[in-house]
């Protein structure tokens, strides 16, 4: 049993602070909100780590957004749903693909410097998409160029208080709303008080062994909403990337789609172009389609991977364009455009996460959230590729719309300390952070590219024995290996759920879609499992 808070927070040890608005997270979602609210309000980004420790910070291919005279919001509209497979709200999709093109000018206006050809905005393509829509910047560098010039303008503001290597244990509620985050730093806790509560804290690739997120990644963020009373959703839906770099002692770095969106093929051991087998986009389908039939080639020939040929580039080109993969490449010492990437699917994105509206909202008054920690209906059971920075932006830019205007009104400066009694439900004796490597192991084997019902239950068996034996927590890695238990076991249950296949979540067992599940799988930790329809 996991109690609603993860630490004793007694009054004579808390060092109490104030702020108008907490932002948790400083990835793109973060900071971009943080730009967008008024100069006049107070604000505390809070990042558990460093600012370049984040998935904005890994971003590759860029930002989605319909913005040349051959494209158009309503085919970026098409791609995006027939991406979801269903389960894409048909509104929230409308929305972003329309907002693209304005999200792009505030990137401008903040100065981001995004690459161009002949003066004009370079666009590429990616899986899925139907035109070159992808805007990006320092070749394969856009998650971190953007990062850069946004902490540059952040730095700017006085209004602005930036905390690094600062981990946020709880969600504050009372009765019922929230006002404040329960902050860990140096071995002591502070509550800061807040009127708006933003998480902007990412994903949760590290629920996995084989993962492209970083190290900071560890569902946090879904696991301190869920434990607030928040309704979470879609958790079973799981992106995985079809090319990760795999080499002994080096980390799954992402080999950006981009790279076959400019002619790179996917091949097997025996040097053959697979994918037209399976797809007629070939090696530009969807994420979860080229995923699986990777699988399936590595399966056939019983190896841990396949091959990306980038031999179609001059070496002049590619260390132009993905500077970054072929830094890497080189210094693993594979000598590319020549030599082929080693390559194989990784845990990459979360479709699913906390349950936001239009304007960010969650069912909690005074939290919103925006980015991949929630759930807002524009990817279904499959996110189209670079589409998560767009909705990071617009759904950042109406959560400042919303506070903006109702800041003043709501503002309340004494928020009343009721501090909850700690239930010491922590009586096993195992170190939570034992068992971080067990829940990766586990959640790979069962709740990877192929599930099926004798997997995920013994998945599911498994990781609720481990909530009643851990010991209390100790430090941030235990706090983060109870978030990824408690979490793992939420994408566990959903995948056991959902007899069908879907988007991103495939059963051996039930491996064609069902219409009649074309429905959302909710959770709220103080309610029975509850459906939603599209």
């Not at 995985?240 to 790279?259: C, D, Q």
Request: hydrophobic share 40%; proline share 3%; aromatic share 8%.
């Amino acid at each position: 049993m996991i109690p609603r808070y993860l630490a004793d927070f007694k009054k004579e040890n808390l060092k109490i602070e104030k702020t108008d608005v907490a932002i948790i997270g400083a990835g793109l979602a973060g900071l971009f909100v943080g730009l967008q609210l008024k100069s006049s309000c107070n604000i505390t980004i809070i990042t558990k780590k460093k600012l370049t420790d984040s998935n904005t910070e890994q971003a590759q291919g860029g930002i989605a957004a319909a913005i040349c005279e051959k494209d158009s919001p309503q085919l970026h509209f098409k791609d995006t749903i027939n991406a979801g497979h269903g389960l894409c709200n048909i509104d929230v999709v409308n929305e972003v693909v329309n907002k693209g093109p304005k999200a792009i000018q505030a990137l401008l206006y903040y100065g981001v410097p995004f690459d161009r050809q002949q003066g004009q905005l370079a666009l590429t393509r990616e899986g899925a998409h139907s035109r070159r829509r992808v805007l990006h910047a320092s070749g394969d560098g856009t998650g971190r160029v953007i990062r850069e010039t946004l902490t540059a303008r952040i730095k700017e503001r006085n209004n602005i208080t930036l905390l690094e290597d600062t981990f946020i244990i709880d969600i504050y509620t009372v009765d019922g709303e929230a006002k404040g985050v329960f902050i860990y730093k140096d071995h002591g806790i502070t509550l800061l008080l807040a009127n708006y509560v933003v998480l902007a804290s990412g994903g949760a690739g590290q629920l996995f062994k084989y993962t492209t997120n970083p190290e900071v990644a560890t569902a946090d963020g879904i696991a301190m909403a869920y434990r607030a009373k928040a309704d979470i959703r879609d958790m079973e839906f799981v992106q995985f990337h079809p090319t990760a770099l795999v080499l002994p002692k080096a980390p799954r770095f992402l080999i950006s789609e981009a790279v076959r969106g400019e002619g790179a093929i996917l091949v097997n051991h025996h040097g053959e172009a697979f994918m037209a087998k399976y797809h007629e986009s070939k090696d530009l389908a969807p994420r979860d389609v080229v995923s699986r039939a990777m699988l399936e080639e590595m399966e056939k020939s019983n190896t841990e991977y396949l091959f990306l040929d980038v031999s179609h580039m001059t070496e002049e080109n590619m260390e132009r364009r993905f500077p970054t993969i072929y830094k890497t490449c080189r210094e693993f010492g594979i000598n590319v455009p020549k030599e082929m990437i080693p390559v194989a699917p990784a845990a990459h994105y979360f479709m699913g996460g906390v349950v936001v509206d239009k304007e960010g909202k969650t069912n909690i008054k005074g939290l919103l959230a925006c980015g991949e920690v929630t759930s807002t209906g524009l990817h279904g059971a499959n996110r189209l590729a670079s589409n998560s920075l767009l909705e990071a932006l617009v759904y950042g830019q109406n959560i400042a719309d919303y506070i903006n205007k109702n800041i003043e009104k709501e503002l309340d400066n004494n928020i009343k300390i009721n501090l909850p009694k700690f239930k010491y439900i922590f009586t096993g004796v195992i170190q939570p952070r034992s068992i971080r490597g067990e829940i990766q192991e586990l959640m790979w084997k069962y709740a990877g590219l192929k599930r099926d019902q004798n997997g995920l239950t013994k998945l599911t068996n498994r990781l609720e024995q481990l909530t009643k034996e851990l010991s209390m927590p100790k430090d941030v890695e235990d706090f983060e290996t109870i978030n990824m238990l408690q979490v793992s076991l939420l994408l566990a249950q959903g995948a056991l759920i959902r007899t069908e296949s879907r988007g991103g979540h495939f059963r051996e067992d039930y491996p064609k879609a069902d219409k009649r599940w074309k429905k959302h799988i909710n959770f709220n930790i103080d309610k029975k499992i509850f459906y939603s329809e599209i």
